[in-house]
T-cell receptor
Framework: TQLLEQSPQFLSIQEGENLTVYCNSS?????LQWYRQEPGEGPVLLVT?????EVKKLKRLTFQFGDARKDSSLHITAAQPGDTGLYLC???????????FGKGTMLLVSP | ETGVTQTPRHLVMGMTNKKSLKCEQH?????MYWYKQSAKKPLELMFV???????ENNSVPSRFSPECPNSSHLFLHLHTLQPEDSALYLC????????????????FGPGTRLTVL
């Protein structure tokens, strides 16, 4: 059983479309992070959320942490080919635990 | 060099070979990590070093042997690997508080793509 379930596993869309990817768990996380990984590279941090209900925006990306701190979503507006990559969510169960990663959502944005 | 670097970027080895992966962080961090990334699996944490001491070892087979000679360098020594060990091996570093804990941002290297024949 995965501690962090990400959905969908794969998403292929056209440039300009909007999309939402999800990260769900039955456990409560003290913090949750979203990373993007491009082919041949390591993951790069996009955002960290720590407060239940928190919403953070990064240009066309909107991140939300669930009120109960068990789930998170990433919404991309007007997707561009440069958004293509593997989106990973990772959470810390407590201040003294290491990161637990989900399997990721592979996003492909076609021109 | 900036950030986290890993060498080699690609490695092909036979099951009887001995090789080492190298990671170097140029960020002044005090914690370093080895992860394994396989297809259709989440990143698996293998080893954690904090202030050059190994603080976590997630039931990794003994054919993987980490070494952290100082806070900037991390090695993963490989011997008698199996084909199922083929994966992307990622190194990461972070700056953790003196009071303990691992909740800071982790900075990843580009990884070493390992193929075991």
């Amino acid at each position: 059983t995965q501690l962090l379930e990400q959905s969908p596993q794969f998403l292929s869309i056209q440039e300009g479309e909007n999309l939402t990817v999800y990260c769900n768990s039955s456990s409560v996380f003290s913090s949750l992070q979203w990373y993007r990984q491009e082919p041949g590279e390591g993951p790069v941090l996009l955002v960290t959320v720590v407060t239940g209900g928190e919403v953070k925006k990064l240009k066309r990306l909107t991140f939300q942490f669930g009120d109960a701190r068990k789930d998170s979503s990433l919404h991309i507006t007007a997707a561009q080919p440069g958004d293509t990559g593997l989106y990973l969510c990772a959470g810390t169960l407590s201040g003294y635990s290491t990161l637990t990663f989900g399997k990721g959502t592979m996003l492909l944005v076609s021109p | 060099e900036t950030g986290v670097t890993q060498t080699p970027r690609h490695l092909v080895m036979g099951m009887t070979n001995k090789k080492s992966l190298k990671c170097e962080q140029h960020l002044g961090h005090n914690a370093m990590y080895w992860y394994k990334q396989s297809a259709k699996k989440p990143l698996e944490l293998m080893f954690v070093y904090s202030l050059e001491e190994r603080v976590e070892n997630n039931s990794v087979p003994s054919r993987f042997s980490p070494e952290c000679p100082n806070s900037s360098h991390l090695f993963l020594h490989l011997h008698t690997l199996q084909p199922e060990d083929s994966a992307l091996y990622l190194c990461a570093s972070s700056q953790e508080p003196a009071s303990g804990g691992f909740f800071s941002t982790q900075y990843f290297g580009p990884g070493t793509r390992l193929t075991v024949l």
